[in-house]
C-alpha cells in the first residue's frame, strides 16, 4: 500500500470547517483513499472513501487532487466530539495483500476548541 | 444490528501466560481482523480471518495466533507473554467478500502483562 504523511496535529475552532490533508505522492491507479478517525481508546470509525472523485456523506466530505496525489478529508461543522485521532489510508483496489487489511500511519490529532 | 463486540474488556497478566481473546462480528460478516495498538508502534494488522481460514496474515511472531469458528466469531490466543505485548487489541468485522469493505471496529480489548 501507498505511504501517507499527515501533520502530527490541527486545532479548531468549534462550528468552523475542518480541513485535515494528507499526502499520498505514490498512489497508484488502483488504490483508494479512506480516512477513519478514532476517538480516545475507542475502536477506529469509518469516515469516507474514494477513488478520483469527490465524496460527500452525512459526516464528512473527502476532495481527492486530479494527479490524486493528496487529499483533503472536511469535517464541515466541527463539534467538541470531533476531537480524535484522524488517520488517513491507502488500500489496493483489488484482491492480494489487502484483504481484512488496513495500514494506519500515525495520523492527525485534530483538537476542535470551544 | 449489534456492532462488534470485544471480550474481556480489560485483562491483566502476568509473564509467561498465554491470553485468549473474543471477537464477535456483526452479524453475516465473515472476515474478521485484529489489530494491536501501543503507544510507540501504532495501530498494526495482525491477521484476518474469513469462512474459519486465515486468509492474510502481519508482521508477528508465531506466538500470536487466531482461530475462526463456524459462527463468524474470532478469538486470538497470544502465548508466553512478554510486557511489551501490553496493548489494546482490536478486532474489526466486514463482509469479506471485497478489499475495498468498510472494516468495523470493535471497542478492543485492554491487555496488561505485569
Known sequence: ?114 | KAGVTQTPRYLIKTRGQQVTLSCSPISGHRSVSWYQQTPGQGLQFLFEYFSETQRNKGNFPGRFSGRQFSNSRSEMNVSTLELGDSALYLCASSPGTSVRDTQYFGPGTRLTVL
Open chain 1, 1 to 114: 500500500d501507498a505511504k501517507t504523511t499527515q501533520p502530527p496535529s490541527m486545532d479548531c475552532a468549534e462550528g468552523r470547517a475542518a480541513n485535515l490533508p494528507c499526502n499520498h505522492s505514490t498512489i497508484s491507479g488502483n488504490e483508494y483513499v479512506y480516512w477513519y478517525r478514532q476517538i480516545h481508546s475507542q475502536g477506529p470509525q469509518y469516515i469516507i472513501h474514494g477513488l478520483k472523485n469527490n465524496e460527500t456523506n452525512e459526516m464528512a466530505s473527502l476532495i481527492i487532487t486530479e494527479d490524486r496525489k493528496s487529499s483533503t478529508l472536511i469535517l464541515p461543522h466541527a463539534t467538541l466530539r470531533d476531537t480524535a485521532v484522524y488517520y488517513c489510508i491507502v488500500r489496493e483496489r483489488s484482491g492480494g495483500t489487502s484483504y481484512g487489511k488496513l495500514t494506519f500511519g500515525q495520523g492527525t490529532i485534530l483538537t476542535v476548541h470551544p
